[in-house]
């Protein structure tokens, strides 16, 4: 499913235009992506939980080169899903 099946299908669930259900779904993801530039997790009941991790410096070898690299620290974005939906997926 794409971004406008997606929207198309929640319009009609909601009943509302697909363009009112395309700003909905912008608003929504900017506040998502607001609280995760915070550093806040976010949570959604029977989804999942969204959190920004920081990842520890490390050393890296190219195989070909054998030369030693180092990896600097960095954030990622990591998704744990509910237990509801990894129960669904059993």
Known sequence: MNNKEFTSELADRLGYTI?????????LLSEMI????????ITIQGFGTFEVR???ER?????ATKQRMLIPPKLVLSYKPSNNLK????
């Open 19 to 27: 363009k009112d259900t395309s700003e909905l779904i912008s608003s």
């Open 34 to 41: 607001q609280g995760l530039e915070e550093g806040n997790g």
């Open 54 to 56: 920081k990842k520890a």
């Open 59 to 63: 050393i890296s070898i190219n195989p």
């Open 87 to 90: 129960d669904k997926f059993k």
